[in-house]
């Protein structure tokens, strides 16, 4: 079974402090690892993904994975009211994708 | 082409009846993937299709479920017999080929919003 779990949160902070957001999946084969953002009523869209273990930044984020320990993270620094959202954990296994529930984010002004 | 289009955007049926989504992928994109998403979850995993050929289905999805994409373009989503429980929001997402056997990130289109009543 295919499976990626994610704290389904809710998750708070205030404005300009880092949110800390993890994800763990659990097919060692899995290939590439994706963060959507999902707002009320909308559809998914892509903020970033990874395919190394070790981190990747793109500006206010970083993505960090750890292959080892079957984790994958992100990171949103300097958070503003506008990030707030249902944050998706995705995860390939041989060209299919599977997300976890979602962590809603509230950051508060 | 703007995107991954979806019609309709909200569909209200009654219980029993059949109906039909269409999910039109960004052009070039081979690969075309159907989700089922309710309140509070995540995206569920219903089937996936390279080209026209549908390579995985979800085992946990019915046989009341069925989804089609003639000559590797548009796809179509039937669900026969509809029940309470299919409300939802179908998510149909797309994306490039994979050139170094890594997955390439999926677009998603707006939804088609199914109501059963």
């Known amino acids: 079974q295919k499976e990626v779990e994610q704290n389904s949160g809710p998750l708070s902070v205030p404005e300009g402090a880092i949110a800390s957001l993890n994800c763990t999946y659990s097919d060692r084969g899995s290939q590439s690892f994706f963060w959507y953002r999902q707002y009320s009523g909308k559809s998914p869209e892509l903020i970033m993904f990874i395919y190394s273990n070790g981190d990747k930044e793109d500006g206010r984020f970083t993505a960090q994975l750890n292959k080892a320990s079957q984790y994958v993270s992100l990171l949103i620094r300097d958070s503003q009211p506008s990030d707030s959202a249902t944050y998706l954990c995705a995860v390939s296994w041989n060209n299919d994708m599977r997300f976890g529930a979602g962590t809603r984010l509230t950051v508060k002004p | 082409d703007t995107g991954v289009s979806q019609n309709p955007r909200h569909k209200i049926t009654k219980r029993g009846q059949n109906v039909t989504f269409r999910c039109d992928p960004i052009s070039e994109h081979n690969r075309l993937y159907w989700y089922r998403q309710t309140l509070g979850q995540g995206p569920e995993f219903l089937t996936y299709f390279q080209n026209e050929a549908q390579l995985e289905k979800s085992r946990l999805l019915s046989d009341r479920f069925s989804a089609e994409r003639p000559k590797g373009s548009f796809s179509t989503l039937e669900i026969q017999r509809t029940e309470q429980g299919d409300s939802a929001m179908y998510l149909c997402?797309?994306?490039?080929?994979?050139?170094?056997?890594?997955?390439?990130?999926?677009?998603f289109g707006q939804g088609t919003r199914l109501t059963v009543v």
């Open positions: 997402a797309s994306s490039l080929p994979d050139q170094t056997y890594m997955n390439t990130e999926a677009f």
